[in-house]
C-alpha cells in the first residue's frame, strides 16, 4: 500500500512510501527513482490521479 509520493525537479527524483503487503503493518519503505524531470512529474501525477479514481470508486457520492 502506497501512503505518500512526491517528487523534486530540481533533483529529478520521484519517491513514495509504502508498505510491503506481505509484512507487518508498521514497517515502511521509502522507494526513490531518478529520471529525467518530466518523466518524474508524470509518475508522481500518475499515481495521484490513481489515488483520486480509486476514491472516487470506494465513494461514488463524492463524485459531483
Same mark, same amino acid.
Given at each position: 500500500?502506497? !501512503?505518500?509520493?512526491?517528487?523534486? @525537479? ?5 519517491? +513514495?512510501?509504502?508498505?510491503? #503487503? &506481505?509484512?507487518?503493518?508498521? #514497517?515502511? +519503505? &521509502? @522507494?526513490?527513482?531518478?529520471? #529525467? ?8 501525477? /500518475? /499515481? &495521484?490521479?490513481? +489515488?483520486? !479514481?480509486?476514491? !472516487?470508486?470506494?465513494? #461514488?457520492?463524492?463524485q459531483a
Amino acid at each position: 500500500r502506497i !501512503l505518500y509520493s512526491t517528487w523534486r @525537479h530540481a533533483d529529478r527524483q520521484f519517491a +513514495f512510501v509504502a508498505r510491503n #503487503p &506481505c509484512s507487518p503493518a508498521s #514497517p515502511l +519503505f &521509502c @522507494h526513490l527513482f531518478v529520471g #529525467p524531470p518530466g518523466e518524474v512529474q508524470t509518475l508522481h501525477l /500518475l /499515481l &495521484c490521479r490513481s +489515488f483520486q !479514481l480509486g476514491y !472516487l470508486l470506494a465513494h #461514488p457520492e463524492e463524485q459531483a
